[in-house]
């Protein structure tokens, strides 16, 4: 056997050795990396060594170092952590409380952060349990990233001259863009949307602000080949379930904000003035934490496909299935 697969296989040996141990000793495990990652770089200046295993050893290096850090997080200020979480976020399950954490940096244990949840949010979780309802669902399947973009709008908050548009990804179910504007013009949803993605296929509604994108769809990718797909909202299942957490996350606060003012008779939707002071103080601060959910949403863990990431499918299916970029710089121009 050439030197440099006995040394690879060494390397294996060892990482499985300490990976199959229960628990897992990571200040070991951490040790072992950075010895093996010092002695195949040394070896490399004199043997062919592949750099995608030295890459991924210096990977799995950074996650040990991760979750060293981690686990020296104490109860308390993991606590701390949630609780400032379900703050911006009070409806958050556990899923997404985890995927906020990693979107923060933190990798921690699924009963860590039960525990901690239970512990800041006890009453919360009976209430979302006695909440849940199954619905049933079509098979949905896509070949791979950027096969097709679900596009919607969502009205909740129209009342307040406001209106969120959204795109998420069918394959991986990462959002593409989230965003906050004072209209629902169809220029609005094509700037939304050209500076949010590239997309082959598109599935939007029948709604008048979504013309400009389906004539850019068109004229791009074509007629006849189902470029832009449209139907009713409430078929569009991926922005479905993505504006129910939507409103659970982010825009139920803001409804109930806003409809305490104007109950209270601090705001006149009939005053245009009043509209325009509303859009101007609320719309940066809705966009701020709408660009926060995304950053959760994106990596919390999804439990039918294995507990990956969003982020995480759209890297495995791009890698999988690679998708070029089409050349819409001369139509946008």
């Known amino acids: 056997m050439p030197m440099g697969l006995q040394l690879l296989s060494r390397c ?10 229960e ?18 770089r040394a070896a490399a200046s004199y043997m062919e ?29 993991l606590d701390q952590k949630v609780r400032a979480i379900k703050v911006k976020m009070p409806d958050a399950g556990y899923r997404l409380v985890k995927g906020s954490l990693q979107a923060m940096g933190y990798r921690f244990t699924w009963r860590r952060v039960k525990e901690s949840l239970q512990c800041v949010d006890g009453a919360g979780i009976i ?40 795109g998420i990804d069918g394959f991986s179910r990462k959002i ?22 590239y997309q082959f296929l598109v599935r939007g509604d029948q709604g008048v602000e979504n013309l400009d994108i389906a004539r850019l769809m068109f004229t791009v990718r ?10 009713k909202s409430v078929h569009n299942q991926r922005m479905e379930r ?32 009043h509209l325009f002071c509303l859009g101007y103080v609320f719309i940066p601060r809705l966009q701020a934490d709408l660009q926060s959910f ?30 070029p970029e089409p050349e819409l710089t001369e139509v946008w121009s």
């Open 23 to 40: 628990p897992i000793d990571f200040e070991y495990l951490h040790h072992v990396c950075h010895q093996e990652l010092q002695f195949l």
């Open 294 to 323: 995304v950053q959760t949403w994106n990596c919390h863990p999804l439990s039918t496909k294995g507990n990956l990431t969003p982020d995480q499918l759209w890297r495995i299916g791009m890698l999988q299935v690679p998708v």
């Open 127 to 166: 209430s979302r349990m006695v909440q849940l309802s199954c619905i049933a669902r079509r098979t949905y399947s896509v070949p791979g990233p950027l096969s097709l973009v679900h596009i919607d709008t969502n009205h909740k908050l129209i009342r307040y001259s406001i209106v969120v548009f959204g």
């Open 222 to 231: 074509g007629t006849g080949r189902g470029s832009f797909i449209a139907g």
């Open 49 to 77: 060594i592949p750099e995608c295993v030295v890459g991924a050893l210096q990977n799995l290096l950074e996650i040990t170092e991760t979750c060293l850090s981690n686990s020296r997080v104490t109860p308390i200020l």
């Open 242 to 273: 993505l504006w129910r957490d939507v409103w659970s996350a982010v825009t139920s606060k803001y409804y109930t904000l806003l409809h305490n003012l104007e109950e209270e008779g601090f705001i006149d939707l009939s005053d245009a003035i």
């Open 176 to 197: 593409m863009y989230l965003n906050a504007a004072g209209n629902n013009k169809a220029e609005t949803a094509l700037r939304f949307f050209t500076d949010g993605c």
């Open 12 to 21: 294996r040996d060892r990482l499985a050795t300490v990976i199959n141990w």
